[in-house]
């Protein structure tokens, strides 16, 4: 298998603490890897230690990249939520284009294609001329999700993307998602929902304290004495005719 | 936005002409353009050439430079309240200015004050970078700015406040107001080569202000070298305004009011705006040299003040335009 993003032994240290904590992994096309743990784990660490954007040892194919290439392989969606001005939507969704470009040029009729599949697949026409300052937050967060997919590399990282989104929002995103792995592409996501996570994540990793202590498919990861150890937690899991169900009960803490 | 760049150069055309033609010698329009193309032995070619030409001259490239850098800094620093100014440059090379006029080396030769104000522009520059590194990030460069145009202004009050001649205190007080009068060809000479060099740097610029509106990790993701154009920002912004400082003295608003005011009509696009910046910098410059003329002809109103108060008030009224947009 030709592995999209191969992490080798990835350490991230906060002064002599390490967030991210030897992880290995190694994600193929067609998957869609939710990325779950609580709070400080080191989930957005990783992904930033992954992409270069954060001193690290240890290695990652997409780090070790000169930073033009790694824009064409690997597109990211932090976590901040970031419009400057009132650029309009169609024009922050273009942003993605950028590493593709040539010196100073303009956008071709490829990238405007780009651009329109982004904005189809994110259900953002009626928004296409608006200031992107003027949406509400989830709002944002779709143009931000739809300049990512724009940017059409192989390898899509977003960083909590459907946090704020309405629960339709939600689903609709992870499908694409979905989707974009299914047509031979990566998606590496992190989330706090692990409901959705269950449903749409081809492969789930668990990260707790820096380490990925649990890496398979959701039903052999959700088990209840993980869910117990690193997130406290009592939930219902089943399998129904509507797919994998997961609903968090109580907290054990 | 299709029609805003040609009306903008037709804008900076018009008002270079103006510039051309306004003054105390009573001259026709043709005769005046004919004295500057051609040396017919007038003291009017001599005048055009040498009075009105660098003046006009200079206008041009001190808005261009000062609007261009505001734009790149505004975009950088994602801050509609930076201006050019914030690395502490201007301030330095006030300094400078200030040290060759009450040494009376500013006497001794045409050159001796914007060669003084480059140095020590060059001087805050270096010190800025060794303070914010070339990797630093946007914050420790507006401290460093700040900190490095504090220890600037107070240097400068310390020349003034020990300045035992108060001829030179007046003339320091008065140069530090700005001004385009009575410069040469030489000033222009001095800072076109500077201010063309940081023009074309900030030029390269435009596509990572563009993606830096996305937040700095999503750019640096985009393929933007974040260090790359950090470094070349400073370095840009050092060179138009230092030598912009150096030849006119210190000239606000300009570089925070013109990016405000075009940014709407370029789709709040940062790349587009570099460029309507340095047009909009021209045409502001160039018409508030030419009210300074007319306004009051034998007073010697200088440049900085006007600029302050078409400045502020036209500030304090975007102010009240976008009040709403801030809430």
Redesign the interface.
């Given at each position: 298998m030709t592995a999209l993003l191969a992490l080798h032994d990835l350490s991230v240290h906060r002064g002599s603490r390490p967030v991210v904590d030897h992880v290995s992994l190694r994600v193929g096309p067609g998957e869609c890897v939710g990325l779950i743990g609580p709070n400080g784990a080191g989930k957005t660490s990783l992904l930033?230690a992954a992409?270069g954007?954060l001193a690290h040892q240890g290695q990652s194919n997409i780090a070790d990249l000169p930073?033009?290439a790694?824009?064409?392989q690997?597109?990211?969606?932090?976590q901040?939520r970031?419009?400057?001005?009132?650029?309009?939507v169609e024009?922050?969704i273009a942003?993605?284009r950028?590493?593709w470009?040539p010196r100073?040029g303009r956008l071709r009729p490829e990238d405007r294609a780009a651009v329109d599949r982004a904005i189809r697949r994110m259900k953002l026409e009626s928004f296409r001329h608006r200031?992107a300052n003027h949406l509400s937050g989830g709002e944002q967060a779709r143009v931000?999700i739809a300049?990512a997919l724009a940017?059409e590399t192989p390898l899509l990282m977003a960083d909590e993307p459907i946090a704020g989104l309405d629960p339709a929002a939600q689903i609709t995103t992870m499908e694409v998602f979905g989707r974009i792995a299914a047509e031979g592409k990566a998606v590496v996501v992190s989330l706090h929902d692990l409901g959705l996570a269950a449903r749409h994540c081809t492969r789930l990793v668990m990260l707790d304290r820096g380490r990925a202590v649990a890496d398979g498919a959701p039903g052999a990861v959700l088990t209840p004495e993980r869910l117990e150890e690193v997130f406290a937690l009592r939930a219902f899991y089943s399998r129904s005719a509507d797919g994998p169900i997961f609903q968090p009960l109580e907290s054990l803490r | 936005m299709s029609r805003l760049m040609p009306l903008l150069t037709l804008g900076v055309a018009a008002l270079f002409l103006a510039s051309l033609l306004i003054g105390p010698a009573p001259v026709g329009v043709l005769d005046s353009l004919s004295a500057l193309i051609l040396d017919d032995g007038t003291p009017m070619t001599l005048v055009m050439r040498e009075i009105r030409l660098p003046r006009a001259l200079l206008a041009v490239i001190v808005g261009a430079s000062l609007g261009m850098a505001g734009a790149a800094m505004q975009g950088y620093l994602?801050n509609p309240l930076a201006e050019p100014g914030l690395i502490g440059v201007s301030a330095s090379a006030a300094l400078g200015a200030v040290i060759a006029l009450q040494t009376g080396l500013a006497a001794a030769f045409t050159l001796a004050l914007p060669l003084t104000a480059l140095g020590t522009a060059l001087l805050g520059v270096l010190l800025l970078l060794a303070l914010a590194g070339p990797r630093g990030a946007s914050l420790t460069l507006i401290l460093a700015g700040i900190a490095i145009s504090a220890l600037a202004g107070a240097l400068l009050s310390l020349v003034l406040n020990l300045s035992p001649n108060p001829f030179a205190t007046s003339e320091i007080v008065f140069w530090m107001m700005g001004s385009l009068a009575d410069r040469s060809m030489t000033h222009v000479w001095l800072a076109l080569p500077l201010s063309v060099l940081g023009w074309l740097m900030l030029a390269t610029l435009?596509?990572g202000l563009?993606?830096?509106?996305?937040?700095e990790?999503?750019a640096?993701?985009?393929?933007?070298?974040l260090t790359r154009l950090r470094l070349t920002l400073v370095i840009a912004t050092a060179s138009v305004v230092g030598a912009a400082t150096a030849v006119a003295g210190a000239i606000g608003f300009v570089g925070l009011v013109v990016p405000h005011i075009l940014?709407?009509l370029v789709?709040?696009?940062?790349s587009r705006l570099l460029f309507a910046s340095a047009l909009g910098g021209a045409v502001l410059v160039l018409a508030a040299d030419i009210a300074v003329r007319l306004i009051l002809p034998d007073r010697d109103l200088k440049l900085g003040v006007v600029m302050a108060l078409i400045g502020a008030p036209l500030f304090l009224h975007l102010i009240y335009k976008t009040r709403k947009e801030f809430a």
């Open positions: 930033r992409l954007l930073a033009h790694r824009a064409r690997a597109a990211w969606m932090p901040s970031e419009i400057a001005w009132g650029i309009d024009a922050v942003l993605g950028t590493p470009l100073g200031p931000l300049r940017q | 994602r435009g596509r563009d993606a830096l509106t996305l937040g990790d999503a640096q993701a985009l393929g933007i070298r940014r709407p789709g709040a696009r940062p």
